[in-house]
């Protein structure tokens, strides 16, 4: 069901009018090699925020390493992980952040979507 979540997320991004594509190749270099489509990114919007989209029960720690190594491949500051497997949105949106000190803990480096009552 991710790719649905997907097209449909992606089209009313652009409705709004947001540049946004779609399993955006993410490129690694190995020993000198250049691997052009090692990775790809379920959104890219605006070539600033990485949206990846999950319909899992739980994201699992595994999930957000690898969105942070996606990250720290683009030179990208955020993402947002949108799990569409919980009971809501809210509970299910997740930011990562990729510009925070290696030093810093876990729970700085990786954020739940702020609720109303706590504004970020």
Do not use: W
């Amino acid at each position: 069901m991710e790719s649905v979540y997907e097209a449909v997320l992606a089209h009313e991004l652009e409705i709004r009018g947001l540049r946004v594509r779609r399993q955006h190749p993410v490129r690694i270099v190995h020993s000198g090699r250049v691997f052009k489509e090692a990775f790809r990114v379920d959104l890219l919007v605006e070539d600033t925020v990485m949206v990846e989209l999950k319909s899992v029960a739980k994201i699992e720690p595994v999930f957000v390493r690898q969105i942070l190594t996606y990250l720290r491949l683009m030179k990208l500051p955020v993402a947002l992980v949108l799990n569409f497997g919980c009971l809501t949105m809210m509970a299910g949106t997740m930011r990562v952040v990729n510009d925070v000190p290696p030093n810093a803990t876990s729970r700085i480096r990786i954020n739940n979507v702020s609720r109303a009552s706590n504004p970020a």
